[in-house]
C-alpha cells in the first residue's frame, strides 16, 4: 500500500503540472467564469478525438497555442509519419509516457495503483552435482494478485536447502512492464522527462516566460 501511494503522488504531481500549464495559457487566452472548471491539459488516444477534446479543454485558445498542445498529443508523431506515406504497423501511442500518465492517473482517482514485485529476465537456481530443478508453471494466464506464477521443482525435495537462486528481481506497475524488464522507476522516470519536455515547450512557444536560448 505504502510503495502504490507513493506511486500515486507522483502521477498526481506530474498530472497536475500539465493541468496547471494549461490553466496559465487559459489566463493568457481569457476564459469566462462559466468554462474555468473544463480547462485541463488533454491527453487524447487518437486524432480523431482531438476536436473535441481541445474544443472542451481549451476555451477561446489561440489557433498558434492550440497547435502547440496538438504537436504534443501521444499520437503526433504516428500522424505525421502518416502523413509522408511511412506505413505505420504497430502503434506507438499507449506506449507513450503522457497517454500512460492519463491512464495511470485515472485509475489513481479511483484506486491505488498497486506495484507488483516480478523476476524480469533469466532467473535460476544453482544447485550441486545430483540435484535437478525444473520450472513448471503453476496458475493460468492472466494471473491475479496472490497467485503462483510458477515454481522450482527440486528432486531430491530434501536438497531444497543447498540450492541458490538468482537473478534480476524488479518493482513493476504491471505485468508487461515486468514481461519486459520495465522498472516503475524507469516508467516514472520516462513520464517525468516527457512532461518537463512539454512544460519547457509551452514556457518558450506560448507563454513567452522564457527564451528559447
Known amino acids: 500500500m505504502l510503495l502504490g501511494a507513493i506511486v500515486g503522488d507522483v502521477l498526481h504531481n506530474l498530472r497536475s503540472a500539465l493541468d496547471a500549464i494549461a490553466w496559465e495559457t487559459c489566463q493568457r487566452s481569457g476564459v469566462t467564469p462559466e468554462r474555468e472548471r473544463y480547462v485541463s491539459f488533454p491527453i487524447g488516444p487518437s486524432l480523431g478525438d482531438w476536436p473535441c477534446l481541445a474544443g472542451t479543454t481549451f476555451p477561446n485558445f489561440a489557433p498558434d497555442d492550440r497547435e502547440v498542445y496538438r504537436q504534443l498529443q501521444p499520437w503526433f508523431r504516428d500522424e505525421m509519419a502518416r502523413s509522408v506515406g511511412v506505413e505505420i504497423t504497430s502503434s506507438s501511442v499507449e506506449s507513450h509516457p503522457l497517454y500512460r500518465l492519463q491512464r495511470l492517473a485515472i485509475e489513481d482517482r479511483h484506486r491505488v495503483p498497486h506495484p507488483i514485485l516480478a523476476r524480469a529476465g533469466n532467473t535460476w537456481l544453482g544447485s550441486p552435482e545430483g540435484v535437478t530443478v525444473t520450472v513448471e508453471s ?12 510458477l515454481e522450482w521443482r527440486i528432486d531430491p525435495p530434501t536438497a531444497a536447502s543447498d540450492v541458490h537462486p538468482d537473478g534480476e528481481a524488479i518493482l513493476a506497475l504491471n505485468e508487461q512492464d515486468a514481461l519486459h524488464g520495465r522498472s516503475a522507476l524507469r516508467v516514472l522516470e520516462s513520464m517525468h522527462g516527457e512532461v518537463i519536455r512539454a512544460l519547457r515547450r509551452i514556457e518558450v512557444e506560448v507563454l513567452e516566460v522564457v527564451t528559447a536560448d
Do not use: A, I, L
Not at 503453476?138 to 506464477?149: A, L, T
Open 138 to 149: 503453476v496458475d493460468p494466464w492472466p494471473s491475479k494478485p496472490g497467485d503462483v506464477v
